[in-house]
């Protein structure tokens, strides 16, 4: 006769599906895993290298633009802070690289170094209000901030160009002789330059969030006055992270210059920051590799849904693949897939005193 416990009992299929096979950091299964990503990673970037000009361009553009969410990410994902204001450091790098190479002579390269420092101290001095206000408010600053960049650009147009922008000639973009590319292959050689540029500042976010002031910074973000309990100094920690997220971003708006050629007060506008935000929100807040794939889904869905429709529909269209993307995935497309993930395999820290290599979680 069976008893309530044996019946209470999870069959085989149960236990394979609730039990996810191990796999602990710095492992042997782990370093092969991290290989295995990493060979795909650099084939898909081969094979997307090899596309017409105008899909590398797009391709180009997404890199761009996830380093620019990198950057947001920080402040508004890892500390919790909401800003609308990245424009600015977006516009202000942007402008920066602009400059120097028309103006100065600087070849591209050179430019970015003042394009980060100046958008740092931008992005100290925009963190200066969340020392005393927080949330709406401090979102309001950041907004004053985005809508009055472009003007100060057309207010300077002896500098800037004003409002009839600032264009870079082709010439003074082309790849360095060393790289073999000729002024016809200037698209392949930002194209690299943004992959290598992406992949550092990754591997430089990564790093951070797991360092002392990272987990300073998640601290403040889940809650402030315990954070300040416990030692943290939580102005310096907003003042910081406002600083490095503007001078990703700034960094980013740098590469924007040497992609696109052509600046305006229009293309940093207010329009720029609402993308940033959906480009995060959809990747997933706070996650490693949201700000690529948000990046991937704000160059491609108007793209793609524009092609299906003409006119104002595609609009629509468009906004009602966002309205599906949030309320089917709330914790963005990268916080799915990981959950989805955990399912199958769960990496563990190797100290993890409850599980070991290859067994299944108890």
Not at 67 to 90: E, K, P
Not at 211 to 223: I, T, Y
């Amino acid at each position: 006769m069976t008893t309530l416990a044996e019946r209470n009992e999870p069959t085989v299929a149960e236990k394979a599906v609730r039990r996810p096979r191990v796999v602990v950091a710095g492992s042997t299964s782990y370093r092969i895993l991290q290989l295995v990503l990493l060979v795909a990673a650099v084939c898909a970037l081969l094979l997307a290298s090899q596309s017409a000009p105008f899909r590398v361009g797009q391709f180009t553009s997404v890199f761009i633009i996830a380093i620019a969410i990198a950057g947001l990410n920080i402040v508004s994902g890892y500390t919790g802070l909401l800003s609308i204001g990245h424009s600015a450091f977006f516009g202000l790098g942007a402008y920066t690289t602009g400059v120097l190479i028309v103006d100065r002579g600087y070849s591209p390269l050179t430019t970015i170094p003042m394009a980060v420092v100046l958008c740092f101290v931008l992005g100290l001095l925009v963190g200066l209000p969340s020392l005393r206000i927080k949330g709406l408010y401090l979102a309001l600053v950041t907004l004053a901030v985005a809508v009055a960049f472009p003007e100060v650009i057309r207010k300077t147009g002896d500098l800037t160009g004003g409002a009839a922008g600032m264009v870079v000639r082709a010439n003074l973009l082309v790849p360095p002789k060393w790289t073999g590319l000729t002024r016809a292959d200037t698209y392949l050689w930002i194209f690299w330059v943004s992959v290598v540029t992406l992949a550092i500042v990754m591997l430089l976010i990564r790093n951070l969030v797991k360092s002392r002031f990272g987990l300073a910074m998640v601290a403040v973000r889940d809650n402030e006055i315990a954070a300040s309990a416990n030692g943290i100094n939580v102005a310096r920690v907003k003042i910081l992270a406002f600083g490095l997220s503007g001078a990703i971003t700034g960094l980013a708006g740098s590469l924007f210059t040497m992609y696109i050629g052509a600046l305006s007060p229009e293309s940093f506008s207010l329009m720029k920051s609402i993308e940033f935000i959906t480009g995060l929100v959809l990747g997933g807040i706070a996650t490693q590799f949201g700000p690529i794939v948000g990046a991937t889904a704000v160059v491609f869905l108007p793209y793609y849904t524009g092609s299906v429709t003409d006119g104002p529909v595609s609009g629509v269209v468009f906004g009602a693949v966002l309205i599906a993307i949030v309320f089917l995935m709330p914790d963005g497309i990268v916080g799915r897939i990981n959950s989805v993930l955990r399912r199958f395999v769960l990496v563990v820290p190797a100290d993890h005193p409850k599980y070991r290599e290859g067994e299944p979680r108890t």
